[in-house]
């Protein structure tokens, strides 16, 4: 697997990762790999952009999980934008969203972080 499947965009010290139509076990550890790289890489924020998800498992959780642990450990913030209906419920159902930000937008999400907002428009939502 590789980056073009979590696409990853930087807005100065903030990476927006993309995930694809489904997220699950056959791409879960491709995706741990590619959040870590980008806290690795000196990312102060991580936006997971779930917008265009319809399918996540348990296992796609897990590597998000890992992900947000690693993020609280660097001093980096972590925000989730999700908005169809069943990635919101496997949200609810695991508890992500009591651990992480879950935002409507990508917008919305970079404009929660606490170094201020980050440009609707190069946010690209």
């Known amino acids: 697997m590789s ?10 010290g903030a990476v927006v990762v993309r995930l694809p ?14 959040l870590l790289a980008v806290l690795n890489q000196g990312a102060r924020a991580l936006i997971v952009d779930m917008t265009a998800t319809v399918f996540c498992d348990s296992a796609a959780i897990h590597s998000i ?12 913030e972590i925000r989730l934008a999700a908005c169809t209906q069943p990635v919101l419920r496997v949200l ?14 990508v917008s919305d999400a970079c404009d929660s972080l606490p170094d201020g907002p980050v440009s609707p428009a190069a946010a690209g939502r």
Do not use: K, N, Q
């Open 3 to 12: 980056g073009e499947e979590f696409p990853a965009r930087w807005l100065g």
């Open 21 to 34: 139509a489904e997220a699950d076990l056959t791409s879960a550890d491709a995706l741990r790999e590619a």
């Open 65 to 76: 999980t890992r992900a947000a642990r690693r993020a609280a450990a660097s001093g980096a």
């Open 92 to 105: 609810g159902l695991l508890g992500i969203d009591r651990v992480v930000g879950v935002y409507p937008t």
